[in-house]
């Protein structure tokens, strides 16, 4: 009579993968408009959430930052498992930018790798106010101009935004003759110049 026989023969499709999705201050900041603005001098808080998104298992998981250096290697990362790392540094004036890289290696393969930006702006308010006199910054008695009794002096408020965010709101007044004027809105490096003539 016939005979047979069989025998399973069976094998692992490994796809390795790793993602690495990095915040800044809770936000996901891929883009400078999606970052947030943050006073100087205060903490900014970088999250740095790695996960294994391949079906086999990782090992040696580094994640560094081209401007924060090491922030930590993860010993081990199964499939579908997630780790997210914490940093934090003082933010510093204007726009920044931070480039994180996830990488590890495989039971089988090459080292699989991902990385992920994040933006902030340094905001660093500032306004500074020029009086002059007669069209001089007449800061002490010997730099101002001498004028005969009834002529008209006229004085210039001259108001910069020296910060590098938008101020608004602004007012400008005068110790002696009181409001001089309001200012609605004035953006980094503008200046407007507010006169009026009193006569001596």
Known sequence: STVSDTDPGNYFGAVPGIELKKKVNGLDADTPES??????????????EVRNIG??????????????????TIASLAPDASQVLTTTTTASAGAHLNTGTASGTPQLGPVVTDTDQ?????????????LKVNGQDADTPESGSMLQVGEIVTYSYITTNSGNVTLSGITVSDDIYGNIGNIVELLPGESIDQETGEVT
Do not use: A, C, K, R
């Open 35 to 48: 970052g947030p603005t943050v006073p100087i001098g205060t903490l900014v808080t970088y999250n740095f």
């Open 55 to 72: 079906n086999i298992e990782l090992t040696g998981v580094t994640v560094v930052d081209d401007v924060l250096g090491d922030i930590h």
């Open 118 to 130: 994040g933006h902030y702006f340094g905001s660093q308010p500032g306004i500074e106010l020029t």
